[in-house]
């Protein structure tokens, strides 16, 4: 592994300890474990198929696949450790300072495609990048819903809320409107679900919101909110562990409340369409997906996001008054998910 150069300079905050890179990847790994063992218990029959692979420049991972089994049509969890000489586009234009540099990545990132339409697709992501001066922690959970349950979005939001006010009182507010902006697909006016949490170039200073629009309601709020106070690396990284550890108390209980739902071709159909929009956003604007492309990493394992089958249909509109519609007309709208009220 290339030993990260850590010279302090204008834009540095608080160093990293010196075994930051050992102890992120151990416990990224170690998340890897605990969600594909959950996971393993909660589906019952799908077992994750495991493949590690090896980075030309440097790194590698390991990928892990579950297929065909109960609840689960096909999910990935993957784990990533990558560094080099050369920063990909995507980070530069973000973090310019960095250039000139090499770098670190660790990850762990996650997609499950349930076969019922009434189980909610759901994606994590957590990671953690050096680059000389600079480091940063980024991530997050969002859940894309097929069928309206506004207590499965509430239940979801409440829990990464808690993992999040363990750590500042601002966390979940700031990140929760991030996460309703990031996961926008522009092209068609409407989020990819019920969102959660997002967050990225977290490095222990000034405000919360670092993404690109100044002018949305995340940064509006951030800027509320003010300097977020004095957040060490340490710090930092509780959280994400937080975070992480969250992810089966958030999502658990919603399989098992609809996982015995019948469904229909009706359903079945809808949901290979909502599909579509999955795809949509990962291949034009998700930033795992761009920086693994960039950086060369193993495709198998990027794009095991997309779902084993999806449709489109020219045009499609709901019909009025379904829960499809309600979908479309509530459930894809950024909403107070903490506090919200059905219509019926």
Not at 62 to 86: A, K, L, P
């Amino acid at each position: 592994m290339i030993a990260t150069p850590t010279i302090p300079d204008k834009t540095t905050h608080a160093l990293p300890p010196t075994d930051s890179q050992a102890r992120v990847s151990q416990f990224m790994r170690q998340l890897q474990d605990e969600i594909c063992q959950a996971l393993e218990r909660i589906d019952g029959k799908g077992r994750f198929r495991e493949d590690t692979w090896e980075r030309a420049e440097g790194g590698g991972g390991r990928s892990r696949v579950m297929q065909e089994g109960n609840i689960f049509e096909q999910g990935g969890v993957n784990f990533s450790e990558v560094y080099g000489s050369h920063l990909p586009p995507s980070i530069l234009q973000q973090r310019p300072e960095a250039a000139g540099h090499g770098f670190y990545a660790t990850g762990t990132s996650m997609v499950l495609h349930p076969r019922s339409p009434y189980i909610p697709t759901v994606h994590l992501n957590y990671r953690y990048f050096e680059a000389g001066p600079v480091w940063w922690f980024g991530g997050g959970a969002d859940l894309t819903p097929y069928y309206p349950f506004a207590e499965d979005a509430a239940h979801f939001h409440r829990t990464l809320k808690q993992a999040c006010d363990r750590h500042h009182d601002e966390y979940y507010n700031v990140f929760k409107r991030w996460c309703d902006e990031y996961f926008y697909l522009k092209h068609r006016n409407e989020t990819r679900g019920v969102g959660g949490l997002f967050f990225d170039y977290q490095d222990g200073r000034g405000e919360l919101y670092r993404g690109p629009d100044s002018q949305g309601e995340a940064a509006r709020y951030s800027q509320e909110v003010g300097d977020a106070g004095d957040r060490s690396w340490e710090d930092l990284f509780a959280f994400v562990q937080s975070c992480g550890r969250a992810f089966i108390p958030a999502y658990e209980p919603i399989v098992q409340r609809r996982r015995d739902t019948e469904y229909g071709e009706r359903e079945r159909n809808f949901q290979l369409y909502r599909r579509g929009r999955y795809v949509e956003f990962n291949l034009v604007y998700d930033r795992g997906t761009i920086f693994g492309l960039q950086t060369n990493g193993r495709t198998e394992s990027i794009l095991m996001s997309l779902p084993p089958l999806v449709r489109w249909e020219y045009a499609y509109q709901p019909e009025p008054g379904t829960p499809e519609a309600e979908l479309y007309d509530t459930f894809l709208k950024p909403q107070d998910w903490l506090n919200f009220k059905a219509s019926s």
